[in-house]
């Protein structure tokens, strides 16, 4: 498929999903690391701290996920729509090379989200329900657990502001 054989409005359209998953995605990312968590560890206390983010947190990783899909499905349509596009794995241009990077961080973001809704979280959500029924939790734990949790956002991050620098370093190689 090339750039021709797209109809302008379904193209657009793509662009325009495919944009608004990354805003939402990203953005949630972004206020969630640069302020929802630090004006909650101001004013919280620990077991405030980690039901808040239990929730943002599941909220959030709806939000995630879907994005991801609607990013995989309209990305692959823009992919195969570009004209530097040349076949699956063919890395002849540097505008393939640059997709190519762009799918490998992509794949580090989604280790890094799994790892968090499979991993971390629902660590951090039975901390919360044994505080929340008055059993003791270590605080030893939690510290961790909150580390753990504010370093994987800031991965997250990272790969994203990667992610959109191999965006507009391919964007340049297409020719538009």
Same mark, same amino acid.
């Given at each position: ?18 944009? #608004?998953?990354?805003? %939402?995605?990203?953005?949630?990312? @972004?206020?969630?690391?640069?302020? +929802? *968590? !630090? $004006?909650?560890? =101001? ?60 799918? #490998?961080?992509?794949? %580090?973001?989604?280790?890094?989200? @799994?790892?968090?809704?499979?991993? +971390? *979280? !629902? $660590?951090?959500? =039975? ?50």
């Amino acid at each position: 498929m090339n750039a021709q054989a797209a109809p302008p409005l379904v193209l657009s359209v793509a662009y325009w999903l495919h944009m #608004l998953a990354t805003v %939402l995605w990203l953005g949630g990312l @972004a206020a969630l690391a640069f302020v +929802v *968590l !630090p $004006a909650a560890r =101001r004013t919280l206390d620990g077991a405030g701290y980690i039901a808040l983010l239990a929730q943002l947190q599941r909220r959030l990783q709806q939000i995630g996920w879907f994005s991801l899909a609607v990013l995989g499905v309209t990305g692959m349509f823009q992919m195969s729509s570009n004209p530097s596009y040349q076949g699956f794995l063919a890395v002849n241009n540097p505008w393939a090379a640059a997709i190519l990077a762009k799918h #490998l961080v992509v794949g %580090l973001m989604i280790l890094a989200a @799994a790892y968090m809704t499979w991993g +971390v *979280l !629902p $660590a951090l959500q =039975r901390l919360a329900i044994l505080q929340a029924a008055g059993k003791p939790a270590s605080a030893e734990q939690a510290s961790r657990l909150r580390r753990q949790e504010q370093w994987m956002l800031g991965i997250n991050l990272t790969l994203s502001v990667i992610v959109l620098l191999l965006t507009a370093v391919a964007r340049a190689f297409s020719g538009g």
